[in-house]
């Protein structure tokens, strides 16, 4: 979950207590979004592991988590079109606007991908998966969600690539399973895992075969046998009152035969119910884990939670909404 805490895309010494806080011994943390390269930055306070400085920055943020015996994964994206363009064009390197898979977005100003710039973002994927193992993390997750870079070539309501990566779902799931390919030669399968929302619309994503794309790419995620896929449920719904999560995840789940992840709302009984169920093998967390750093703690006691400041989500403070969240019977 992005927490806007880098400085000029390098991150922070405070974001060492920020994760170490939230590790217990054999748990899974998945960074924040981290650029793979400069025209990746949507946001100039979001972390990046391109270069040299961001690798020896996020050298003692993985070793406070190892410290605690926890298993610490990069995720790794690229913003795409998906950038505050309330910044200047000099936000962009070479003076440059925002890349995108399509022109036809309401936006202010993108330029459009072509067949070299797609190789490049593949390399750089590749380049950065390197970075991340270079500075420790145990391996990475493939960002290719939430309206960002990967998914926008998904969309056939909006792609409008060249015919390589345009039109079937072969052609659109190829963007995304070369960037998958690529990382996996680079590090080892076993350190690769790809996080998907093809269900949500966000950022005027459409996709009018969400439910085949979505089978698709967990089929092929599977015969490259990755270490998990970690799939965001549609938006919460009221039924009667009460929060009601879809679980549209399944035909993804029984696509998928390695280790599945469900985020999207959950909280600690209805993770235990899916994965009681079989519906899930883990659930993942964000903004409860961020108002509780001893969530699993807490989940373990069935504890009272923190609730959590949202108007402190993405502030630069590097205490307040970050690391002062108070501990269980501190």
């Avoid at 493939?142 to 792609?159: C, W």
Wanted: aromatic share 10%; with cysteine.
């Amino acid at each position: 979950m992005t927490r806007s805490r880098s400085d000029n895309n390098v991150p922070q010494p405070n974001a060492a207590l920020y994760y170490s806080q939230r590790t217990t011994q054999g748990s899974l943390l998945i960074s924040e979004a981290t650029g793979v390269c400069e025209a990746a930055r949507g946001y100039p306070t979001v972390p990046g592991i391109w270069t040299k400085e961001h690798v020896e920055a996020w050298k003692p943020i993985v070793n406070a988590v190892h410290a605690k015996e926890g298993i610490f994964f990069c995720q790794m994206w690229h913003c795409g079109r998906a950038y505050d363009f309330l910044f200047p064009d000099w936000f962009q390197p070479d003076l440059k606007t925002p890349v995108s898979s399509t022109d036809k977005v309401n936006h202010p100003t993108t330029w459009k991908l072509t067949l070299e710039d797609i190789s490049q973002i593949v390399n750089d994927f590749r380049l950065a998966a390197r970075n991340a193992i270079n500075a420790g993390f145990d391996g990475v997750e493939v960002h290719a969600a939430n309206g960002y870079m990967i998914e926008q070539s998904f969309e056939d309501g909006l792609n409008d690539c060249t015919d390589k990566y345009r039109g079937s779902l072969e052609n659109r799931a190829r963007f995304c399973l070369e960037i998958v390919q690529a990382i996996t030669d680079e590090i080892g399968v076993d350190r690769v895992s790809v996080r998907l929302s093809p269900f949500l619309d966000i950022l005027q994503s459409s996709k009018s075969d969400s439910d085949a794309l979505a089978v698709y790419l967990a089929e092929a995620l599977s015969k490259l046998n990755i270490a998990y896929l970690h799939a965001v449920e549609p938006r919460a719904v009221c039924v009667d009152g009460k929060l009601k999560i879809p679980h549209a995840l399944l035909p993804m789940r029984k696509a998928f035969s390695g280790t599945f992840i469900v985020a999207g709302g959950y909280n600690r009984e209805e993770g235990n119910k899916v994965i009681e169920e079989g519906y899930t093998d883990l659930v993942a967390f964000g903004r409860q884990f961020v108002a509780n750093p001893d969530l699993t703690k807490r989940f373990e006691l069935n504890a009272p939670l923190t609730k959590y400041d949202r108007s402190t989500f993405y502030t630069q403070d590097p205490v307040i909404g970050y690391t002062d969240y108070p501990l269980l019977h501190a």
